[in-house]
């Protein structure tokens, strides 16, 4: 066979992703909703800049777990705690009188209601065909599941932090899917993911990686 | 409302289905798989009652392990030991020279590619439509995944022994299924079974159930 014709991707039985921002667009998806909830009562805030340091706080957080700190492996009780922590501050601290708790819980749902890319949810049906699909997110479980209805994401299995004992990038989760997923050799399982860090890690433990440009950044794509 | 339009399943966000027996032909699966397998080199023999030795040593050893005693998480593997200790009694010796351990392996994954009843895969895509489902069994997440592509089973969660701690009937698998998917009154989460030891568990935790008549026991459907 020549080389030309050899697939990077051969003997991979299973491909895992990062859903926030890979598989989903976070940004356009957290502003719409945003602003569909809160203009009314709060009317020209820059939302992008609200969803941009929630998603820093996520960064944090889950970073901050991940290396053994405290905090719940449940990412909407995470969330909730970074928004109760944003509407502390002041750049916020004017939109808390608009936000009770309920409505809190609310926004943080607003994360597992995000659409796909235009060819997101085709190229998932696509791919399961072939291959086993699933999620290796720092989603929770019931988030995951709740946004592939409502984006027709038809993952094959659900992995997730609470399942997994950690986030992403502690080795806990690519090793907890290989395990769970039985697969014996690291290079049968890929990682698609539209941020560096987790594909190193992935590929620090001999998982094979995809790199999806990260217009997920943008909140329209390109 | 009157009484007669009252729903008995109202308010259920997700149904976790039993999936060997009840979602699947355990019976006719096996047989089929073990005759097309074995028959040429060992002919005449009771599939049937080779299948229902498996199936009662599967539920010897999960029982066993949901109440404490030693074993493995991972129903695959927990097949491969009781088709070993199988092996070696009178009954079946005579099989042995024909199964080295590659061979054996095979036999295990004819738990994995199981039929699915006539009307199991239309009607999950149907309840996939208006709420959550998932397995909850005694599966491996691996054999329940590829049992779902062979048998076009569309769950949008597995939740597994290995994801939850012990097998059924042990209270983790159902708490565990709640605290998954993050329900808080157990009567939104209902439990889908032929197995009665199984739904009178998860009654006893406040799940709704759904019996499915147990003409899993039989080979070919009535």
Redesign the interface.
């Known amino acids: 066979m020549s080389a030309e014709f050899l697939n990077p991707l051969e003997g991979v039985q299973a491909f895992v992703f990062d859903v926030f921002g890979t598989v989903v667009n976070l940004r356009k998806g957290m502003y719409d909703q945003l602003e569909a909830k809160l203009s009314a009562v709060a009317p020209d805030q820059d939302w992008d800049e609200f969803a941009e340091q929630w998603r820093d706080g996520d960064y944090q957080r889950t970073a901050s777990v991940a290396s053994g700190g405290p905090g719940p492996l449940?990412l909407?009780q995470l969330h909730k705690e970074i928004l109760d922590d944003m509407l502390a501050t002041d750049r916020w601290s004017h939109l808390a009188p608009h936000l009770d708790d309920t409505a809190r819980h609310e926004l943080v749902l607003f994360w597992n209601r995000l659409p796909g890319w235009p060819d997101t949810s085709a190229g998932l049906h696509g791919m399961k065909k072939h291959a086993?699909i699933?999620t290796l997110s720092n989603g929770?479980?019931?988030g995951l599941?709740d946004m592939?209805?409502f984006a027709d994401l038809?993952?094959?299995?659900?992995l997730?932090p609470?399942?997994l004992g950690s986030y992403k990038p502690n080795p806990k989760m690519y090793l907890g899917a290989l395990?769970?997923?039985?697969i014996t050799s690291p290079s049968q399982l890929c990682l698609v993911a539209a941020h560096i860090y987790d594909l190193r890690a992935a590929a620090s433990h001999g998982l094979r990686t995809v790199f999806v440009r990260p217009s997920a950044r943008a909140r329209f794509p390109a």
């Not at 038809?154 to 659900?158: E, L, M, Y």
């Open positions: 449940n909407d086993i699933g929770s479980v019931r599941v592939a209805k038809p993952w094959d299995v659900v997730s609470e399942l395990h769970h997923l039985a």
